[in-house]
């Protein structure tokens, strides 16, 4: 179940809520930190410099392409599971924009 609120204003159409991902465990941090060792462990030792620093290079440019394919946020399916909503204006009002969420705590009526 996705939290989406369609709003239909004249500015705003839709808010979704959204969380952050866990960064060290997603698919752009994690398997690289594996693949990097395994690269010092077995390819620096076994081949020249230079054609290790060529295979560091293709590492580093798959990893840069992962971590900007992957998305950081997650779809969140309560309003306290949520830090962050996606804001979809209306046609010809913006861009969509990530912006945090506060939630407060109501005070009791007296």
């Known amino acids: 179940m996705v939290l989406r609120f369609n709003v239909g204003g004249k500015v705003v159409e839709r808010v979704d809520l959204i969380k952050k991902k866990k960064w060290p465990w997603g698919l752009d941090i994690f398997p690289f930190a594996i693949l990097y060792a395994i690269w010092m462990i077995t390819i620096v030792p076994s081949i ?4 290790a620093l060529i295979v560091l290079g293709g590492l580093v440019s798959t990893h840069v392409l992962a ?8 779809i969140a399916n309560d309003i306290y599971a949520a830090d962050s909503c996606k804001v979809t204006p209306a046609k010809f009002s913006g861009s969509k924009e990530i912006v945090p969420l506060h939630i407060r705590q109501q005070e009791s009526e007296k």
């Open 48 to 51: 020249d410099i230079v054609d």
């Open 67 to 74: 971590l900007l394919f992957t998305a950081l946020f997650n």
